[in-house]
């Protein structure tokens, strides 16, 4: 006995294939992030300028040494972006994140062999490439993606229920 396929059925077939395929690229790649210091670059400040030369693969970068992380988290897991303080100036570093960002304790740590450091914050961003720009993880530009991503996401399941 043969069944007989509708063709919004095979549409919907290919369009649930198409989404899960380029999602799978998606999870492929290694995310990439601005690096830079603000020590020595002045775009690189509170003022930042996502200059061209900043953009980094975080697939082509080994974690630092001092992080003895689990080796798990070999790779670029998220961006990051640390401020602190040295003999009283205030210096801002982004590059990619190592580690577990629930976690960002031990991803977050300073070189031990800087002297007189005041970690001041570390803000943790995973959710889009060259996300450690703004000032935290809650840029309204990402979560206005997460809303449409989410609104399609029902109209979808909506879609696919009828």
Do not use: W
């Amino acid at each position: 006995m043969k069944i007989k396929r509708n063709f919004n059925d095979n549409k919907m077939h290919n369009l649930l294939m198409l989404l899960a395929v380029t999602s799978l690229m998606a999870t492929v790649s290694a995310i990439k992030c601005y690096s830079c210091e603000s020590v020595y670059e002045i775009n690189c400040g509170e003022d930042f300028e996502g200059e061209l030369y900043f953009k980094l693969d975080c697939d082509h970068i080994a974690p630092p040494r001092y992080l003895q992380i689990d080796k798990e988290f070999h790779n670029a897991t998220a961006c990051m972006k640390k401020l602190y303080k040295e003999k009283g100036l205030q210096k801002i570093v982004r590059h990619c994140f190592f580690g577990n960002i629930n976690d960002t304790q031990a991803g977050c740590r300073t070189d031990p062999s800087l002297m007189s450091i005041e970690e001041l914050g570390c803000y943790v961003c995973d959710d889009d490439n060259y996300c450690n720009k703004a000032n935290s993880r809650y840029d309204f530009k990402i979560n206005l993606q997460k809303c449409f991503t989410l609104m399609f996401a029902l109209i979808l399941g909506k879609f696919i229920n009828l």
